[in-house]
């Protein structure tokens, strides 16, 4: 029986994509887990089982806020943090699926990720918002001026010199205008750095949304909890209320129940990610 119930919503959903003029896809943290990054299980333990025994780290996410003593160490762990979630991975297959569901299509792609994956699957770059930032970027620490800088140098440089969790100041970046201390690009306090890139993003997004307020959009909500609602979940509410002829497909272990109003034009899963995403390929 639940075979068969899943089996109609995944027939439904790809009906509806078939159907669409267009396609806009939310990512959240729950799609990069499901993909494959581990945050706290196994894989985050073996490497950064060193940090786990001095510190007690008990996860990736919540170590990024560590107070670390000294710029050597908190980058020396950021370095290590940007490698395993970026640097060392290839674009990851169920991000090569979604890819194949919305290749025929107009389509977009904002998420909170951080984490490049969509860009690494085949996405293009001027069809990817990214709100909270990229990984592969740092600013100044109190945004000095409005520019982010390529990491890459940076981390790998750190990567091979570290020793006992930190490394010679020498290898720690310096804010090029005001000569203090450097960021990753992630939104995390008051002086996250929207730079032009960031605003022509932005700007492509809106107009997307504005192209089709009034057509058969389908919305791909993927792993977005409630940590940060407004930014994606609340937004694709909105429009499936507003637009009649839209299409919420909600994918996510929790927190699957919208608004009322909206339940005759979504379809949810709470099912595995991993599981459902390839099954709508079509």
């Given at each position: 029986?639940?075979?068969?119930i899943l089996h109609?919503?995944?027939e ?10 267009a ?12 993909a494959?990054?581990?945050?706290s ?22 170590s ?22 970026l ?31 969509f860009?690494?699957a ?14 592969g ?8 001026h409005?520019?982010?800088?390529d ?5 790998n ?7 006992d969790?930190t ?33 022509e ?30 930014i994606i979940?609340?937004?694709?509410e ?8 839209s299409?919420?497909?909600r ?11 909206n ?6 899963f709470?099912?595995?990610m ?5 099954l709508?390929?079509?």
């Amino acid at each position: 029986m639940i075979e068969k119930i899943l089996h109609k919503r995944i027939e439904e959903a790809k009906e509806k994509i078939r159907e669409a003029d267009a396609i806009l896809i939310g990512g959240g943290a729950g799609l990069s887990a499901a993909a494959g990054i581990d945050y706290s299980g196994p894989e985050f333990r073996k490497a950064f089982a060193d940090y786990i025994r001095k510190y007690g780290f008990q996860d990736l996410y919540s170590s990024g806020f560590y107070d670390f003593p000294t710029e050597e160490e908190r980058w020396t762990r950021w370095a290590r943090h940007i490698q395993f979630t970026l640097l060392s991975r290839k674009g990851m297959p169920l991000y090569n699926d979604l890819l194949r569901i919305v290749q025929d299509k107009d389509y977009f792609v904002i998420t909170t990720n951080v984490d490049e994956q969509f860009r690494k699957a085949g996405f293009p770059h001027d069809r990817i918002f990214e709100v909270q930032g990229d990984y592969g970027r740092m600013q100044c620490s109190v945004a000095c001026h409005n520019k982010t800088y390529d990491d890459t140098e940076v981390v790998n440089t750190i990567n091979a010199h570290a020793h006992d969790l930190t490394v010679a100041s020498e290898y720690v970046p310096i804010c090029p205008v005001c000569g203090g201390t450097m960021d990753v690009n992630l939104r995390i306090n008051q002086y996250f750095v929207e730079d032009e890139r960031w605003h022509e993003s932005a700007e492509r997004y809106e107009k997307f949304v504005n192209k089709y307020l009034d057509s058969r959009l389908v919305m791909l909500e993927l792993g977005v909890g409630m940590n940060t609602p407004a930014i994606i979940r609340y937004p694709f509410e909105e429009i499936t209320y507003t637009n009649k002829k839209s299409i919420l497909i909600r994918i996510n272990n929790n927190w699957t129940q919208g608004v009322r109003e909206n339940v005759s034009r979504t379809i949810t899963f709470d099912e595995d990610m991993s599981k459902v995403i390839p099954l709508l390929v079509y």
